[in-house]
């Protein structure tokens, strides 16, 4: 309750909660909240601007601009909990065991892994492991849990090799409590804090990320609503109905910046060093 009090008083973190709570909410009840059926194409109004009928005006295929953008959540929401749940369960689990056993396996096989994969770009990385599993959403999510994953086993393994010669860890082996009971009962639940705020951050990340594999045709296939994929079919529309990119650019935007304000607030408020 200190803990969530004090969130409470972080007034950017505060705001980045209620943009996220606001996309969560806008992704769970889409149906009530669009006007229209996404794919719906009514070739009398293809290019409206916007009005009091369509908000956000009509694409080239007379489909409502706002419905599509309001499903896109649902879309942009999974792509942050699916990818970064894939590189905590691939990371998470690897910097764990590196860390707490060391050795060969830690220093030469394990961390020199990462350091090979950490030396290309993200979005580089992510999109050379999707274009070899091919086109698609589910495709698209194991490529960025990928490319997230050497993230999390670095920051994990560095919260184990912290937590490892602590007392009470040292006093837990010797009444002869088992390894597994170590690192899962008492080394993780105190790794959690930078862990979940990574999770945080890595979030608008793989927002970023989804969207820039649907832009280039590697993510979300049409007809499927994705601003990723709505940028790229509205770029040729840019001379005559600029609102076609903006709004699906402005949703991309407010999303990733909540994401990285209640990263930085839960930052402030989990992480001793940061704190003032």
Do not use: C
Request: charged fraction near 15%; hydrophobic fraction near 50%; aromatic fraction near 10%.
């Amino acid at each position: 309750m200190r803990t969530f009090n004090k969130f409470l008083r972080n007034g950017l973190g505060l705001i980045g909660a209620i943009i996220i709570l606001a996309l969560i909410i806008v992704a769970i009840f889409a149906p009530y909240i669009a006007p229209f059926d996404p794919n719906e194409q009514d070739y009398n109004k293809i290019l409206m601007e916007p009005n009091a009928e369509h908000w956000f005006g009509t694409d080239d295929l007379g489909r409502d601009i706002f419905s599509r953008v309001v499903y896109g959540a649902r879309i942009s929401i999974q792509a942050a909990l699916i990818s970064v749940g894939i590189a905590m369960l691939i990371g998470v689990p690897i910097g764990l065991l590196s860390g707490y056993y060391r050795g060969f396996w830690d220093e030469w096989i394990v961390m020199r892994s990462v350091d090979a994969m950490q030396a290309f770009p993200f979005l580089i990385l992510a999109l050379a492991i999707s274009a070899v599993l091919g086109s698609g959403f589910g495709n698209a999510m194991l490529a960025i849990g990928i490319g997230f994953s050497p993230a999390f086993v670095r920051i994990t393994r560095g919260q184990v090799l912290s937590l490892r010669n602590m007392e009470y860890i040292h006093a837990a082996r010797s009444v002869g409590v088992k390894d597994a009971r170590i690192i899962f009962r008492h080394i993780l639940p105190n790794a959690m804090n930078p862990i979940m705020i990574q999770a945080t951050l890595a979030m608008a990340s793989g927002i970023i990320a989804e969207a820039s594999l649907s832009y280039l045709g590697l993510g979300v296939q049409p007809p499927t609503p994705s601003w990723g994929s709505m940028l790229n079919h509205a770029q040729s529309l840019m001379s005559v109905a600029p609102y076609a990119t903006f709004y699906p650019g402005i949703a991309i935007f407010l999303v990733v910046l909540g994401f990285n304000l209640l990263g930085d607030g839960l930052q402030q408020v989990l992480d001793p060093r940061a704190r003032k």
